[in-house]
Nanobody, 125 residues
Framework: QVQLVESGGGLVQSGGSLKLSCAATERSVDNYTMGWFRQAPEKERVFVAAMAPIAWTGRTYYADSVKGRFTISRDNAKNTGYLQMNSLRPEDTAVYYC????????????????WGQGSQVTVSS
């Protein structure tokens, strides 16, 4: 079993930055792909970014809407992943979730095995 605890959300003005953290407990997630998704009110959960295990390729994936603004990273020593969000826009407002899987497709939420509780990010205009 893996538990994921997110932190770092909050309220920020348009153009500002936030950094989300996703700390894994109970088990190492070094060999898991880690992803971030977001869900705005009354909308489906959508892919934001993902990163393959560092020991494999460390390959990163991004939704077109966040490329060049968001950066995903991981620190295996801390068993923690991060999502640095810059140049935030009001349309980035959503609950952000981190998740991990052993095998699957990085952009498909149904392929993820474990999920965090979500962290609210609100960007004011």
């Amino acid at each position: 079993q893996v538990q994921l605890v997110e932190s770092g959300g909050g309220l920020v003005q348009s153009g500002g930055s936030l950094k989300l953290s996703c700390a894994a407990t109970e088990r190492s997630v070094d060999n898991y792909t880690m992803g971030w998704f977001r869900q705005a009110p009354e909308k489906e959960r959508v892919f934001v970014a993902a990163m393959a295990p560092i020991a494999w390729t460390g390959r990163t994936y991004y939704a077109d809407s966040v490329k060049g603004r968001f950066t995903i990273s991981r620190d295996n020593a801390k068993n923690t992943g991060y999502l640095q969000m810059n140049s935030l826009r009001p349309e980035d407002t959503a609950v952000y979730y981190c998740a991990v899987f052993r095998r699957g497709r990085p952009t498909i939420p149904e392929d993820y095995d474990y999920w965090g509780q979500g962290s609210q990010v609100t960007v004011s205009s």
